[in-house]
């Protein structure tokens, strides 16, 4: 149960450790976190499966993997390691540019990024069982995540308002079945929790989503980019359980020291997106 | 007789949830970030989460001493899932507890990992028909001390119990539409004022 919780990227077993000391609900276990599979370049594709069983010794929290958009088999390899969740992600290079996995046959929930309701509803129906939002991985850089987390609060609005034979259309502009749009259109909110994740670079940054209405957030290369990882990891623990107390956020928020310096969206080419990866 | 107010310990978990359901069983309810909020409640449940986050948090804004005096005052507290293991006195693995109240030796993540997570019908001792429990990385209760009264199973295991004031469960009542635990709760907690007024 990760709700109002933070989950952390780590590369190995100490990061792991400090990561549950300083109070992660998860962590997702990596080869390199996004800002460096950024910098490398290349092909990248589901962590060594060394890494992701010594995360796994080393925790009582759950553990996290990725696997390649589309990409079945990674996304079995590590189902057969006994993972806790698998994130079918676009920071990974995707293996399918038309298909996702078929997440229905699986016993390991998935959680998959999502940019707008489309989106999110299909991968809904595809099986996943948790979302977050795509932001700019990678960059250090919240806008992102904000515009996708205010576009799909604001799309589940509008679907709410709709009179019943308004959701046919939309359903189709969406490209989603008509009966989970009625769901939304019910219910006035999505089925499984949407974390934030994506460009989380400060407690502020951590907090600001909360207030935004995510359920919880993904930290990725902030953490361990940070000067003190160990502190900072902390603050985005209270941050975001304290999301609306602004004294709180600004004791823990001292003396952190630099965050990572991060990448301004539009200097970014859209072929080094990682958001739109994925369909 | 005015409504009953029982809060839910909102550091991290299912929070929104359990207010629903406390307020579907007929209390008044409110998500509880600071110590200082104690003092308006009559009964407090501890929602599932992952209890190192909670007990980290709970250590670090002092809730374990506050939460101690709130049930020695005569207040109830509800553990679920993570809670139950909150409140428990031995955690197996572990040198530390965390408000080490109820007498019961437990196990963490005693089901297996996030795919072994199941539901099911669970017949409740108290309670009339079975309750739909949602069982997520749950623990269970290994020992329980001779105070405990054992209210449910799942395969000869302990799954619900309740000693005194304090009622924990190893699933999470809170993610279902069936909130009759969250109504014998508030049943206890009614109780307990109803005694403090008296006495």
Partial sequence: MQKGGVIMDVMNAEQAKIAEAAGATAVMALERVPSDIRAAGGVARMADP??????????????????RIGHYVE???????GVDYIDESEVLTPADEVFHIDKQEFTIPFVCGAKDLGEALRRIGEGASMLRTKGEPGTGNIVEAVRHMRLINGQIRKVKNLSKDELYAEAKNLGVSYDILLNIHESGKLPVVNFAAGGVATPADAALMMHLGADGVFVGSGIFKSDN??????????????????????????????????????????????QDRGW | MSKVKIGVLALQGAVAEHIRSLELAGADSMAVKRVEQLDELDGLVIPGGESTTIGKLMRK???????REFHAAGRPLFGTC??????????????????????????????????????TDLPIKGIDEPVRAVFIRAPLIREAGANVEVLATYNEEMVTAREGRLLVSSFHPELTDDYRLHEYFAGMVREARSGEAKG
């Fill in chain 1, 50 to 67: 060394t890494i992701v069983e010594e995360v796994m010794k080393v925790v009582s929290i759950p553990v996290m993997a990725k696997a």
């Fill in chain 1, 75 to 81: 996304a079995k390899v590590l189902e057969s390691l």
């Fill in chain 1, 229 to 274: 990882p160990e502190k900072f990891a902390r603050a985005i623990v209270e941050a975001t359980t304290h999301y609306d107390d602004y004294r709180l956020i600004a004791e823990v928020s001292k003396n952190l020291g630099t965050p990572m310096k991060g990448i301004d969206i539009k200097q970014l080419a859209p072929s080094e997106r990682m």
């Fill in chain 2, 61 to 67: 804004y002092g809730f374990i001493e506050r939460i």
């Fill in chain 2, 82 to 119: 993570a809670g139950l293991i909150v409140l428990a006195k031995r955690i197996e693995g572990q040198e530390e507890s965390h408000l080490g109240l109820m007498d019961i030796s437990v196990a963490r993540n005693a089901f297996g990992r996030q795919r072994e997570s199941f539901e």
